[in-house]
């Protein structure tokens, strides 16, 4: 679908003016300006941590700036909750949804400003706006699912609804298509195409250059808290964003050599294992991983792909099964027998399992090996030893701020917390390394880092198993992609080979032309 401008340059519904926010001493937010028109769809892009969310948090009443000014439709407003910028047209819909699981779609979508018939809920007609809602822009949603048993994209169309039943005229998008698949995100387009028809404006934060130029009239370009320029998207190219947004050409081919795959690392047999809520979700799965390859398992979210992870680092006991490394049992085994018997993660929720946030970076740094020598002496740490390797691999991986290794992990930003896991499971050097989505969140510069260090892992003959929702990056990093459907592996395509259309259908349950 080609796209369609319905901006109308004539009427600006949004301005902010110099606006500056402070956390302390720390400026997230240096002076920026933006202006959205009614029926436009403007992008804002930006590294990790250059003030993207901050910004939307203050135009969408979560934080105050600390100077500047916001204009609605021309009139100055100051919010004080977020209640003050959906009442005058403002609605956010938040990367990481906000929805109660055992409700109902129309229960979800009316919370809080139900219609009542005297003293109860009137839920006919919460039904009947919640489908003329859905009809209106295309959503095709049904108001009586429950949540827990919906699509990621269907329960995203339920966070659009829930602002426009609100009455939002300029609805946020904060990174809407982090684990879409291929038919979701062209979905997500038509909605958004059916918003800016009806004369709704849409902001969009994203890192993905692809659905910038392929949706968006508008770009602004902010850089270490820094506006830097508003372009017109149709007059850039994606390198030229890249580099406004990095302040530095970027590569975005991943460099990799022919490499024929050694000796079978991980052996996976006929694996059947439950999912939180004790319901069959690993269903007969079979899967291997060789010496210099690297395989991504490409998937929709919820077929099974975290359980699978989850079993292979000791973190969920399976059912039943065969799993196999260099021909050593690692079936069912507890996390530091997996790690030591040779497999190291990088797991999926980077603050969940990946770091002990609380913690210097020094000490993450050292998490699985704070016993051993150089690190630890008559049970006792050897500070020196810990700090030096923590500047080595501060300097080596990028980490930013340099001279953070005694701050607490928390105190980085996502992008560099995902670099201190990268650090620490590279170096760890075992036989194979899980990556699961290891470059979500992270802008262009900090994903071409990432990419060069799990294709070094390849070159250094070692096993590599991707699970990432990112069909681009399967595609350009996969020696191999198996895709998980249903809890088994459904089809097989060799990566030089993949497609993105016939891959999308595969994920979605379709079967491979032969």
Do not use: W
């Not at 902010?222 to 970027?250: C, F, S």
């Not at 294709?455 to 250094?460: A, F, L």
Request: hydrophobic share 40%; with cysteine.
């Amino acid at each position: 679908m080609g796209k369609v401008s319905h901006m109308d340059e004539s009427r600006v519904v949004i301005q902010m003016k110099d606006i500056v926010k402070k956390f302390g001493d720390f400026t997230a937010n240096d002076h920026i300006n933006l202006t959205v028109h009614k029926g436009e769809v403007h992008a804002i892009l930006g590294e990790n941590g250059a003030g993207k969310s901050t910004m939307m948090n203050v135009l969408c009443g979560l934080y105050k700036p600390t100077s500047g000014q916001i204009f609605i439709n021309e009139k100055e407003v100051h919010f004080s909750s977020p209640k003050d910028a959906i009442d005058i047209g403002i609605g956010m819909v938040h990367q990481h949804f906000m929805l109660i699981p055992p409700f109902t779609v129309a229960d979800n979508i009316i919370l809080g400003v139900e219609p009542t018939k005297g003293l109860v809920v009137d839920h006919t007609t919460a039904r009947e706006k919640v489908l003329e809602l859905s009809e209106r822009y295309a959503m095709k949603v049904d108001p009586d699912a429950k949540v827990e048993d919906i699509s990621v994209g269907m329960q995203q169309r339920v966070e659009i609804l829930k602002v426009l039943y609100r009455g939002a005229d300029t609805l946020i998008l904060d990174e809407p298509t982090a684990s879409l698949t291929p038919q979701e995100i062209e979905g997500l387009m038509e909605i958004i195409e059916n918003l800016t028809a009806d004369g709704k404006s849409v902001i969009l934060i994203t890192h993905k250059l692809k659905e910038i130029t392929a949706c968006s009239d508008t770009c602004t370009i902010i850089r270490q808290g820094k506006y830097i320029r508003t372009v017109k998207v149709d007059e850039v190219n994606e390198n030229e964003l890249a580099a406004m947004m990095v302040g530095r050409d970027v590569s975005f081919k991943v460099d990799k050599k022919e490499m024929e795959p050694g000796e079978v690392v991980l052996e996976v047999k006929n694996l059947h294992a439950k999912d939180y809520r004790e319901v069959e979700i690993l269903k007969g799965l079979n899967l291997n991983v060789r010496r210099g390859e690297i395989v991504g398992l490409a998937g929709v979210d919820g077929n099974g792909q975290t359980e699978l992870v989850e079993v292979l680092t000791g973190l969920r006991k399976a059912d039943s099964g065969e799993a196999t490394l260099l021909g050593k049992d690692v079936f069912n085994k507890t996390p530091k027998e997996t790690f030591d018997s040779g497999i190291s993660s990088i797991p999926a929720d980077r603050q969940k399992h990946g770091l002990i946030l609380e913690f210097s970076n020094e000490d993450n740094l050292i998490l699985q090996h704070f016993e051993e020598d150089p690190y630890a002496r008559k049970h006792m740490l050897n500070r020196k030893a810990v700090r030096d390797h923590a500047l080595e691999l501060i300097e080596k991986f990028d980490v930013r701020p340099r001279g953070c290794e005694g701050a607490p992990a928390g105190t980085l930003s996502g992008g560099n917390q995902q670099k201190v896991i990268i650090a620490r499971e590279v170096t760890n050097d075992k036989e194979l390394l899980i990556a699961v989505n290891p470059t979500r969140g992270l802008d262009v510069g900090a994903i071409e880092f990432v990419h060069k260090y799990l294709v070094e892992q390849r070159n250094k003959n070692r096993a590599v198993l991707l699970v990432s929702f990112e069909l681009d990056e399967i595609m350009s990093l996969s020696d191999r992609i198996e895709v998980i459907f249903d809890g088994q592996i459904t089809g097989s395509v060799s990566g030089k080979d993949a497609d993105e259309k016939e891959l999308g259908f595969m994920m979605a349950g379709g079967k491979k032309h032969e």
